[in-house]
């Protein structure tokens, strides 16, 4: 390293023992030093750095001036728990005005502390300044409750921090709510649940800032930040003062070894680090679940715990905080229920004589919890604390026909459910109710697809399944006319409780379910509704997104499946929780669109109205196509070429688009074609619609697919029907992964290039643009899906299905459109989904007369050769230079 000129010896020697003082701590850590005693060291070590260059700096400028300062650490720095790169949090203090040696001094060590190599936050304040700029900033009042003093006045110090306690007592409500409104901000960017799969260590909910928090409210209401002194003022209970100190050990331990093998300051825990601490820190694994899968499910346990005590101290804060009106209208508004619980004009809870036995009674906290959402109320947060201290030391609770009975009737509630629900899997309750469900807790979906663990994305599920009560669309009018929501939300809750194991989970929820039945003494038909829902879960998302929804055969097989209208409307609302809670904007307007059409044509057949809604939908469409021109025999043919056309894209346009586009394709000739390119701005998907005067066996799809990916753009769907008279259409949905909304010029290009292409017979290849993906490579290896072709000549009668599993690569597309192209086969219809690194490849192939594949011999040779053509481009023999 070079060193720069004008640094004085002094600051080049705390360099270098800081420098050395942190390798030394280093091998502190190696050696299995704990995460409170390393941050301890590396807090003593920057406090003799710090006080050095102080006292340098005062012998220099002005050693009387050490009466008028006060040097003081703020945060983590004022705490102790430093971590190796952390940053400095420094405030010098100075009392009177602000004369020239204060001014030389606090220019001197912050350019001093800069040198020596740390990351320095400053502030020069007067204690006057420090306690006004805490009232408008609640990140700068946090800090503050941490300060300690380091070097200088311990008058001056002493002054600041009864000023500071003095503003804090007297505006203790409005500070309380700012801290809170704060943290809350911070947890939505980085993270707002504690089951995160690249969570931030520090920030995330139920990090270490969950515990900071804690911390400062404490200070707010008892004016202690430590967590021994709450517990001695009665702020904190034994059992949560113990979890908090055990669960910081070890995520300061992991903050600790993410410092000093980046060698930076690091807190975002992803995939790659995952896979190397779960290694470094001697998680084995077993069959059913690999080493990081069983480090990140610890992790999770002392986030989960980290979280719920701090939801029950920020509660307990803002309970403590009534207006005096609320104080003195409360109990006069406030009526008892029964022998057990009491309901005031926004909160439920139990009368002081019934508290000791409701308390560990299940039976009563369900039928308390029922009570609350049926008067839309909250329970008292004193009723919860007690509850929730008995139900956690008591591991004998006891589970009874009646608690099953109250168990299910809560779940037919929609208002409030879902809170209630973490409640109990909190306290280790649900477990009681539902055993299966602890094998979930924190289980860890280590792909690229999933970003919760297995029981926060059942929570996310049911959560966002209640909220369709209030959707305006198709599911919402589904969802409200289901008559057992109890069972469909048995089901959600079940629906993903036999991940984790070596069989596949569907199979193993179906016998989850069928225990669950009988647990709960449900009916034959209750049972066999929740054993169904669990085992094909996965079943129309897969038909949805991988299959052509316009294809009648086999859509009436899906609904004969299913048998029954009630049965399809709680599998299609189900679906679609379970999408929406994979991750925020997983369940698209798009995918929304084709589950929901599937659901309309599956519902019309088991309805047996062959002209039903769907279909006269369908086709006074049609009709409204052919009547927007006046001649009568251009009616005709545009009804004809309309008919043929995907329903979806019908479905998506105008019937005057639909004309206008129509009768230019009848015009164009041999020689040339029509092309349009426009953005879908609802559901965020661009298309691109072709006609041209060719057979299919042009190879135009497969140069379409290479041309669109060397641009980077994702192809999520193409439809290529013949529309007789030579006249082909292509339709392609895409995805510009540059633009969230691609200018018109972008457009413009692309419909150029497609144009350029369509009337090119020459087969140059494409560029693709190359990529460097290292975030994750490591974990990549591991949840690396298997490379898998699959034919399904069962499905529909009109196409072979070829079906290819693999990992992600650009060009990987028009590589297989490629060679299905080669192989002498006709692409009808595609469907590619992209998972993170994970695609579904989905082809409907005729041979070159429109027929489905049948000789054996053939399909045989077409999936070995699409298999090595996949292996080939993804794993290139060594030996290739292609």
Partial sequence: MTIGIGIRP???????????????????????????????????????????ICEQALAEISPGLVSRISLTLLGGCGRRDVAPFSDVDLMLLYQGS?????????????????????????????PRDACSMSLKDAYIFSSLTEARLLAGSEDLFQYFLGRFKRITTRKTSNIVKAIIAAREKERIEFGETVYLLRPNVKKSRGGLRDIHLIRWLGFVQ?????????????????????QLKNSAEFLLRVRNEMHFFANRSNDQLGRNEQVRLAERFGFSGDDALLSVEEFMRQYFRFTSRIHYICQHFVSKSISRKKTPAISVLEPLVTRQIDDHF????????????????????LEQVLRLMQLACLHDKSIEHETWITIRHEMLKNPEIKFTRESARRFMALLSNTHGLAPLLRRLHEMRVLRV??????????????NEYHMYTVDEHSMQALENLTRFEHDPTTIGKTYRKIRDKNILHLAVLLHDLGKGFPEDHSEVGRRIAAATGERFDLSDDETETIKFLVHNHLVMSHLALHRDINDQAMVAEFASNVGSVQMLSMLYVLTCADMSAVGPGVLNQWKQGLLTELYLNAKQILSGDSN???????????????????NEEEQKWLREKAEALPNNYCALHPPEVI?????????????EAVCYVSSQNESGLCEICIGKVSSRRTGIFYRITGMLSSLGLQIHSADIKPLGDSLTFYWILFEDMEYRTPPPSRLKDIRQRTLDLVLDTSDDPPRFRSTWKNEDSLALKLSRPEIRVKIDNETVSSATIIDVFAYDKTGLLYKLAKKIH??????????ISTYAHQVIDVFYVTDEQGNKIRNRNQIQLIKQEIFRAVKDFLEPPESSND
């Fill in 433 to 446: 109710i539902i055993p299966e469900f602890e094998h979930a807790r924190g289980l860890l979906q280590f």
């Fill in 822 to 831: 080669r192989l002498g086969l006709d692409v009808t219809y595609a469907r």
């Fill in 10 to 52: 002094s600051v080049l020697e705390a360099r270098q023992r800081w420098n050395a003082g942190r390798e030394k701590i280093r091998v502190m850590h190696d050696a299995g030093g704990t995460g409170v005693d390393v941050c301890h060291a590396m807090s003593d070590l920057l406090d003799s750095i710090l006080v050095g």
């Fill in 612 to 630: 039903g809604l769907v279909n006269r939908h369908y086709q006074q469409l049609y009709d409204r196509v052919a009547n927007c021109s006046d």
């Fill in 659 to 671: 004309s206008r586009q129509l009768i230019e394709m009848r015009s164009v000739s041999p020689q």
């Fill in 222 to 242: 008892y004016g202690e930040t430590d967590i021994d002194r709450l517990l001695q003022k009665g702020a904190i209970s034994t059992a949560d003062s113990t």
């Fill in 342 to 361: 009491r309901m005031g004009p926004t909160q439920i809870g139990v009368i002081k004589s019934a508290l000791d036995s409701v308390k560990q009674d």
């Fill in 98 to 126: 602000l004369t020239d040696d204060v001014v030389e001094f606090s220019r001197r060590i912050s350019q001093d502390i800069t040198d020596s190599g740390m990351q320095l936050g400053y502030s020069l304040r007067t």
